[in-house]
């Protein structure tokens, strides 16, 4: 008797997910469930990696644990703190044998000796601890999640009431903005080594000047008649110059000394510099904004780049980390909502009225100043500025339903381009990533440049999860960008989101996720060694850092993918089917639970339970870097083939993976191959 040969076919995993396509068109390995899993850039399926609380104190994600050899003597609990009774080093148990402690936030050097927990001995150690100790990387993977758990404790929320308003990084430090307890004002904090601390606004003076010396920061100013004395912190220049006398703007200043009044202000010998109308009053801002911002440097020297930003319903702002000046425009209802730069210009939109400063000068909104307006009759929703020369370039403007082109650089050439009558943008979800991304009532879009510079082709690029998509509309919140994985993030309330994978100009996937805390806020910028970070806010308080640990907060991630009905090129044709291999990868340890549906899940077809796969593609690695008493696994690798026994006859199988867990690593699945037998037609 001739028997059918055996056959393998490989086929990767890429494509998202696709809800729209007839499912014997849609092609294997394209995702017809997910959650909690990425589009990689260049194929493959990714659990998506944790986010953890911050605060600016020690992050979870960095968490380090030893083991300390010992000989029980006493009773002793999980998350005691134990004290060496000779070496007075103190760490906290977070695992235990018969043998050894495993201990994490070590304080000191601990020796061989007694090992008292609240005064009273509990055990002996033969030695002092030393980093790692698990016997296995599952273990190991345990022991570093029970160690995080101990640091996250330790991170607190913003303080105040109500969602994070704003977020944003800037010189390296992080800042976040949330109503106080009473919701009666909006608070800046300042992340630190202790935890968030609020940003004292300082006080503001109003100015005309009184002849040619140049206010600094650093001059001591002196009421004439009051005696009042203040060192200034920032100066704004609203109008006019130093040189002609005519300067007038805003200085701020942390605190003073006596009180000012209707006079002129004196700089040591300098009398007369300026002249103010009263004394100063304490920046305070209103509650309950959204705030946007931008980092930009408006002047000429390398270290003058200054944070800006607005919420809504205060005036515009520029911070350089000590001073908080406000800028004021000049208008009656001056609570801008968007703010972007664009040659050179500081740009703030208030409803449909789009406004900029004057070249370099973001405190000056004067005609004479090179200010000036654009009228855009409908909400504005946005900004966003396109690559070009000095002399080239574009600014889009985005309405509610509509979308403009700025071309030009200064008032005097400005052309404002209708680009688009009846498409525009949701507010908070316009990006640039190599080209605009944006979500609007036809779904996400794109903004490309086309190969004629200085013109725009638009497409949609959500048809495939439309159904998710109509479940979201109206309920989007925020928007990001992740420049390590050219991707674009949108999130909505409720804890969901979706993530477009890019791949050059054109779409590698879209895949929904859903976390257990909703965004209110977020941002991601590059830090001060250069690394991509992406903080957001939530509407618990909490400030959290994306992308990083093993866990949503401590949670576990709960993941889930389904692939399409692949029918090996032959839809009609049974096979028995005999095994998987599955190619996956990891940089660490990490397990996934993988089962198969066959013939369309069909009642009639007995269909398989799960089988757990274990990925340890961990490279080799000492947790101290340094000796070879610690965790060392030397078996690990970055790609790894991964075989599960698969047995039923049908036309077609659609793989399915999860995993459910808060201390396992993300981990990469890139295709599989399926090895099967022919068999007759379907009948």
């Known amino acids: ?52 609380r911050f605060d600016g104190r020690a992050k979870p994600s960095d968490a380090t644990y030893s083991s300390i050899p010992v000989s029980i003597t006493g009773a002793y609990a999980i998350g005691n703190t134990i004290t060496g009774a000779t070496s007075g080093a103190t760490a906290i148990i977070i695992a235990a044998n018969a043998t050894t402690f495993f201990i994490t936030k070590i304080t000191g050097t601990f020796v061989a000796e007694t090992l008292n927990i609240s005064g009273l001995p509990v055990a002996t150690s033969s030695a002092g601890s030393s980093s790692g100790g698990a016997g296995t990387p599952a273990l190991n993977a345990q022991y570093k999640n029970l160690a995080a758990d101990q640091y996250r404790a330790d991170i607190a929320a913003v303080p105040g009431s109500g969602s994070i308003l704003g977020v944003w990084q800037f010189n ?31 006080k503001e003076l109003s100015f005309t000047s009184g002849g040619t010396t140049e206010i600094q920061v650093g001059n001591t100013i002196t009421g004439a008649t009051s005696g009042a004395t203040a060192v200034i912190a920032g100066v704004g220049l609203q109008s006019g110059s130093w040189g002609a006398g005519t300067a007038a703007g805003i200085v701020t200043f942390a605190s003073q000394t006596g009180t000012f009044q209707a006079e002129d202000l004196n700089i040591g010998a300098s009398l007369n510099v300026a002249t103010i109308s009263g004394d100063s009053t304490a920046i305070t801002l209103l509650p309950g904004g959204r705030y946007e911002f931008l980092n930009h440097n408006f002047g000429g ?14 005036k515009a702002f520029e911070f350089d980390g000590t001073a908080f000046i406000r ?40 005609i004479i100043t090179g200010a000036g307006e654009i009228a855009v009759g409908d909400q504005c929703t946005g900004f966003m500025t396109q690559p070009g020369s000095t002399t080239a370039g574009a600014m889009v403007i ?54 004629n510079f200085g013109n725009f082709s638009g497409a949609t690029i959500s048809n495939a999860v439309k159904r998710t998509l109509s479940d979201l509309m109206g309920t989007s919140v925020a928007s990001c960008i992740v420049r390590e994985k050219n991707q674009y993030r949108i999130f909505f309330s409720g804890g969901r989101a979706l993530y477009v994978t890019f791949s050059g100009n054109k779409v590698a996937g879209i895949m929904p996720i859903t976390t ?32 990083v640990g093993t866990s949503f907060d401590g949670e576990k991630i709960s993941a889930n993918l389904e692939l399409a009905y692949n029918h090996l090129q032959s839809p009609q044709t049974l096979k028995q089917f005999r095994r998987m291999t599955l190619e996956a990868r990891s940089d660490s340890y990490g397990e996934v639970d993988m089962t198969y549906r066959l013939g369309y899940s069909s009642p009639d077809i007995p269909q398989p339970t799960s089988t757990t796969l274990q990925i340890n593609t961990s490279s080799a690695y000492f947790d101290s870097g340094e000796s070879f008493d610690s965790s060392v696994f030397f078996d690990g690798r970055t790609l790894i083939p991964l075989d599960a026994d698969i047995d039923g006859v049908a036309e077609n199988i659609s793989l399915a993976f999860s995993s459910y867990s808060d201390e396992h690593d993300s981990f990469t699945l890139s295709g599989a191959t399926i090895t099967f037998t022919p068999r007759r037609m379907k009948r």
């Not at 390398?302 to 919420?311: F, I, P, R, V």
């Open 1 to 52: 008797m001739k028997f059918a040969p055996v056959q393998q076919k490989f086929f990767a995993f890429k494509g998202g997910l696709d809800e729209e396509t007839p499912s014997i068109m849609i092609p294997a390995g394209v995702a017809i469930s997910a959650t909690n899993f990425e589009c990689g850039t260049y194929g493959g399926y990714t659990r998506i990696g944790g986010y953890e």
């Open 516 to 547: 257990t805390e909703t965004v209110s806020c977020i941002c991601s910028q590059e830090s001060a060694s250069g690394a991509e970070e992406i903080y957001f806010g939530s509407t618990n308080g909490m400030v959290y850092q994306m992308d």
């Open 327 to 366: 800028i004021s425009t000049g208008m009656a209802t001056d609570t801008p909502e968007h703010i972007t730069e664009f040659k050179k210009h500081l740009f703030i939109s208030i409803a449909g009225s789009v406004q900029h400063s004057g070249i370099g000068t973001p405190h000056a909104w004067s």
């Open 398 to 451: 985005f309405n509610r339903n509509q979308t403009y082109v700025l071309y030009g650089t200064t008032v005097a050439d400005w052309n404002l381009t209708l680009f688009n009558p009846e498409s525009g943008a949701i507010e908070w979800t316009t990006q640039y990533i190599g080209q605009g991304v944006m979500l609007d009532d036809r779904g996400i879009t794109t903004l490309a440049t086309s190969q």
């Open 301 to 314: 020297a390398y270290n003058t780049t200054k944070m800006y930003g607005c919420d809504g319903v205060n």
């Open 172 to 202: 390296g430090n992080k800042y976040a903005f949330r109503n106080n307890t009473g919701g009666t004002a909006a608070v800046m904090h300042k992340s630190s080594a202790s935890g968030w601390a609020s940003v004292a606004l300082g």
